[in-house]
């Protein structure tokens, strides 16, 4: 089956600083890859998704990249601000019919 | 609109006691999800119904986990003889199909405490 790795697990950066969050998965057959926010008492909520034959895709401060060479997505947040401050969970899927294998979160934390 | 309701919010229990958590999915979505979310981990993929098809179960930890969906719409999820590593936040999501790319949207999730 598919293992998702994420790193780091906790992050602290100034706000108006940059964030980047690491995933990597093992199964090649994987094509959509989302990224979602959990804020504290709440349940993860989707902030952007990328699928396989798409390398990059921004939304305002977010972007997502993709490399299915190497096997890895990157979320970066650029311009952080303190409600950025959450945990962040990648997940990957093989699509229609398929589960989401989710990464152990990344707790960021902006510093005001 | 309504989006995914969850109850209780908070469940404590002693060891075991049998627990049931419940779904109310998004009205129309015909895929709901269970997962567990234990203290600093991802999330754990319990069960997943899709319209009147067999449940995947494929994630369910031990037969003292179960689930049902009536009616296409409601969830419960049952924990028999609760043991304290059962202790975490399930958390139930739902979506339109389980179609490439369509979004997930979860509950706040039930926090289970098992004394």
């Known amino acids: 089956g598919e293992n998702v790795e994420q790193h780091p697990s906790t992050l602290s950066v100034q706000e108006g600083d940059s964030a980047v969050i690491k995933c990597t998965y093992s199964d090649s057959a994987s094509n959509y890859f989302p990224w979602y926010k959990q804020e504290l008492g709440k349940g993860p909520q989707l902030i952007i998704d990328?699928?396989?034959?798409?390398g990059e895709k921004k939304d305002q401060r977010i972007a997502v990249t993709l490399n299915k060479t190497a096997k890895h997505f990157s979320l970066h947040i650029t311009e952080t601000q303190p409600e950025d401050s959450a945990v962040y969970f990648c997940?990957?899927?093989?699509?229609?019919?398929?589960?989401?294998?989710f990464g152990t979160g990344t707790s960021l934390t902006v510093i005001p | 609109g309504a989006g995914v309701s969850q109850s209780p919010s908070n469940k404590v229990t002693e060891k075991g006691k049998d627990v049931e958590l419940r779904c109310d999915p998004i009205?129309?979505?015909?895929?709901l999800y269970w997962y567990r979310q234990s203290l600093g981990q991802g999330l754990e993929f319990l069960i997943y119904f899709q319209g009147n098809s067999a449940p995947d179960k494929s994630g369910l930890p031990s037969d003292r986990f179960s689930a049902e969906r009536t009616g296409g719409s409601v969830s419960t999820l049952t924990i028999q003889r609760t043991q304290q590593e059962d202790s975490a936040v399930y958390l139930c999501?739902?979506?339109?199909?389980?179609?490439?790319?369509?979004?997930?949207?979860f509950g706040p999730g039930t926090r289970l405490t098992v004394l």
């Open positions: 999501a739902s979506s339109k199909d389980r179609g490439r790319g369509n979004e997930q949207f």
């Open positions: 990328i699928r396989s034959n798409v």
């Open positions: 997940a990957a899927s093989r699509g229609t019919g398929n589960q989401f294998y």
């Open positions: 009205s129309g979505h015909t895929a």
